[in-house]
T-cell receptor, first 111, second 115 residues
């Protein structure tokens, strides 16, 4: 079963704009990870944020985590057409070692 | 390139048949995970092996089984295939020590089509 829910389900923006995706989850977590998937291909790990962290940056990516609200957001700044993909949040629940994925957000960046 | 390899890339077979999917983890990774991705179910965790032993089980059907060999490669066996088993099957590996849970590196997947 799905742990998280991404919002929005789909997002369409222009190159250069920022894209924000949100993820909510249900149980206590050890960490939360974001992955990207280009159409029908493998998932690429983007960033991991641990439950005791509130914000993390990696290049044009910024992830926040609010454990009190059981939510996370992924911000992609200055988006490019190559960022077009599906983005998934995935959680590792406390006491477990396996990822539970949300349904993903489809991001379309137009030139 | 994640360093995780999966074979075959595509598999087309008939209902009732049995197939084996193969995965080689990144060098040094002891944990191997199998996932199924379908349009209706999304990405579902199936099973995890750690250093040859089954560690966690998810939504894996009884018709499916897996194992991890001494060289750490893993195989996922799917039997009595049904139309609904058509999906992308991903393998992932990680350097989990059993106490710290790290990012997982995914292979390119095997696309299974059951006709």
């Amino acid at each position: 079963s799905q742990q998280g829910e991404e919002d929005p389900q789909a997002l369409s923006i222009q190159e250069g704009e920022n894209a924000t995706m949100n993820c909510s989850y249900k149980t206590s977590i050890n960490n939360l990870q974001w992955y990207r998937q280009n159409s029908g291909r493998g998932l690429v790990h983007l960033i991991l944020i641990r439950s005791n962290e509130r914000e993390k940056h990696s290049g044009r990516l910024r992830v926040t985590l609010d454990t009190s609200k059981k939510s996370s957001s992924l911000l992609i700044t200055a988006s490019r057409a190559a960022d077009t993909a599906s983005y998934f949040c995935a959680t590792i629940s406390s006491g477990y070692s396996t990822l539970t994925f949300g349904k993903g957000t489809m991001l379309l960046v137009s030139p | 390139d994640s360093g995780v390899t999966q074979t075959p890339k595509h598999l087309i077979t008939a209902t009732g048949q049995r197939v084996t999917l193969r995965c080689s983890p990144r060098s040094g990774d002891l944990s191997v995970y199998w996932y199924q991705q379908s349009l209706d179910q999304g990405l579902q965790f199936l099973i995890q092996y750690y250093n040859g032993e089954e560690r966690a089980k998810g939504n894996i059907l009884e018709r499916f089984s897996a194992q991890q060999f001494p060289d750490l490669h893993s195989e996922l066996n799917l039997s009595s295939l049904e139309l609904g088993d058509s999906a992308l099957y991903f393998c992932a590996s990680s350097a989990d020590s059993g106490r710290s849970y790290n990012e997982q590196f995914f292979g390119p997947g095997t696309r299974l089509t059951v006709l």
